[in-house]
């Protein structure tokens, strides 16, 4: 049964400092609502338990996108149509710009933020594989003031984060560094477009003397939320690329995700898929060119 707007407070402070002391005030009452792009699904299909929203979406303090000498900060009010179409991010960090042009609808890039994306917390978000390859960095502030937190210890379970009921994402932090060598993004799904991901591998690496270095690995839509598969990485960093590697590789990947059976796809199919993804990098790397081709191919069925 949809849900009655009458029942539903929505407030707009207009600036990130009433929006902190509105929170602050009463941490845990105030939901922020940005895009709305999931919030907005919740309420017409009557599901959507907060009751009270203060509006984000526009704030001038969480649109900004700012070169600086080692890195690259994304406000979190940034929607997917910036993301894709800024020079910045996509000379800097291309992996992020496609990954932007794989969310949702463009009416959905157009409403919907890089924040409230990680917020909302889904294993299957476009966005994480590429940001946990990059090494992101989330700024959250509040009313004591910002603390910047590792992306890849952000997520503490289903839809949990480490977030505090008085805090905001304010932005996203990129490294400098973290563009380099091969990168890597595949998504699998159903269709070309407008497709929730059965499996999706972001990677960077790189192979100087014949030995794996700097190597990331983020993966999404295998675990609880978007994983930064560490263990692998350990097996591959500073080894050479042989064949026998990219296999104890695959079986240590298997033993960190934990896919399940659901309505897209099964568990099994996931832990085959990521470890055909991990060693599709893993020939990229070897070859020492970005892939070429589509940038997420149509299942194959048959």
């Known amino acids: 049964m949809r849900s009655r707007a009458a029942e539903y407070e929505l407030v707009t402070p207009g600036t990130l400092a009433g929006v902190l002391e509105l929170m602050a005030a009463e941490p845990g009452v105030w939901t922020p609502m940005a895009g709305g792009t999931e919030l907005m699904v919740q309420f017409g299909a009557g599901r959507l338990r907060a009751r009270k929203l203060v509006n984000i979406f526009g704030l001038a303090e969480l649109k900004a996108i700012r070169e600086e000498p080692d890195g690259l900060w994304i406000g979190a009010g940034t929607t997917y149509t910036q ?28 409403r919907g933020t890089l924040g409230g994306n990680l917020v909302n917390g889904s294993p299957a978000a476009d966005s994480p594989p590429a940001l946990l390859a990059y090494g992101a960095e989330l700024d959250l502030v509040s009313g004591r003031g910002v603390r910047r937190v590792a992306y890849d210890k952000f997520h503490t379970g289903y839809k949990t984060s480490v977030l505090q009921p008085d805090e905001l994402v304010q932005g996203v932090w990129l490294p400098r560094s973290a563009g380099h060598g091969v990168e890597y993004l595949r998504k699998v799904g159903p269709r070309n477009a407008m497709a929730i991901s059965k499996v999706a591998l972001g990677a960077v690496g790189s192979l100087p003397e014949g030995k794996i270095a700097g190597v990331r690995i983020g993966l999404a839509s295998v675990a609880y939320a978007p994983l930064r598969c560490v263990r692998t990485e350990q097996v591959l960093q500073g080894a050479p690329l042989t064949n026998a590697l990219v296999e104890d590789a695959r079986a240590c990947l298997l033993g960190e995700m934990a896919p399940l059976d659901d309505l897209r796809s099964t568990g099994r199919y996931r832990a085959e898929v990521a470890g055909n993804l991990l060693e599709e990098f893993l020939g990229q790397l070897r070859k020492g060119a970005n892939p070429a081709g589509k940038s997420m191919e149509k299942e194959r069925y048959g």
């Not at 179409?85 to 157009?110: D, F, H, K, M």
């Open 83 to 110: 993301l894709r179409c800024s020079e910045a991010v996509r000379r800097g960090y291309p992996l992020l710009a496609r990954a932007a042009g794989w969310t949702g609808s463009i009416a959905n890039q157009n």
